[in-house]
T-cell receptor
């Protein structure tokens, strides 16, 4: 079984400041890792994913994340946030085989303060 | 290219009433997923289809929930009768087909969801 923990339910950040959203996972097998963004009244959009290779992955909208196997973490970062980044962010994992389900964390609400 | 289409976007019903949600996946996507997202939570899988076959329905409350994907394209999720605790957003996602037992990744694309309120 897999699980995802997002310790921060809400993160307020001033505009143009850096941000880090934390994600830790638990799994007995190797996993793929994802970050999704959900804007109000919209579905989920993939920000970035880690499948293999380089542990630093870059995604859309200037976001990046680093996979740390020893700490079972996959934290999301952005060096300078904008008002448009206000949204809910979900970390997720899936197994390696076939089209397995995504297991999501409880989400982190990022609020940008002007 | 059109994304995953869901309807209705919003539904308000009285408890004990039936309700149905419809999903049309991206053209050519063999795998279809239904997730439920409770308020303040991440989505949780209800059922996964590979073409017409439900290959993972372990989290579907079968006493009141049912789903079908008769022609391997669009899908319907039904609740009968609805309970107060069923209030949630129901998300549909689709991806290209994958072979079970093989290491593979096929991105899941999500629809906008149906927000259900049970009064």
């Amino acid at each position: 079984a897999q699980s995802v923990t997002q310790l921060d339910s809400q993160v307020p950040v001033f505009e143009e400041a850096p941000v880090e959203l934390r994600c830790n996972y638990s799994s007995s097998v190797s996993v793929y890792l994802f970050w999704y963004v959900q804007y109000p009244n919209q579905g989920l959009q993939l920000l970035l994913k880690y499948l293999s290779g380089s542990t630093l992955v870059k995604g859309i909208n200037g976001f990046e994340a680093e996979f740390n196997k020893s700490q079972t973490s996959f934290h999301l970062r952005k060096p300078s946030v904008h008002i448009s980044d206000t949204a809910e962010y979900f970390c997720a994992v899936s197994g390696y085989f076939g089209n397995e389900k995504l297991t999501f964390g409880t989400g982190t609400r990022l609020t940008i303060i002007p | 290219e059109a994304g995953v289409v869901q309807s209705p976007r919003y539904k308000i019903i009285e408890k004990k009433q039936p309700v149905a949600f419809w999903c049309n996946p991206i053209s050519g996507h063999n795998t279809l997923y239904w997730y439920r997202q409770n308020l303040g939570q991440g989505p949780e899988l209800l059922i996964r289809y590979e073409n017409e076959e439900a290959v993972d329905d372990s989290q579907l409350p079968k006493d009141r929930f049912s789903a079908e994907r008769l022609k391997g394209v669009d899908s319907t999720l039904k609740i009968q009768p609805a309970e107060l605790g069923d209030s949630a957003v129901y998300l549909c996602a689709s991806s290209t087909g994958g072979l079970a037992g093989h290491s593979s990744y096929n991105e899941q694309f999500f629809g906008p969801g149906t927000r259900l309120t049970v009064l």
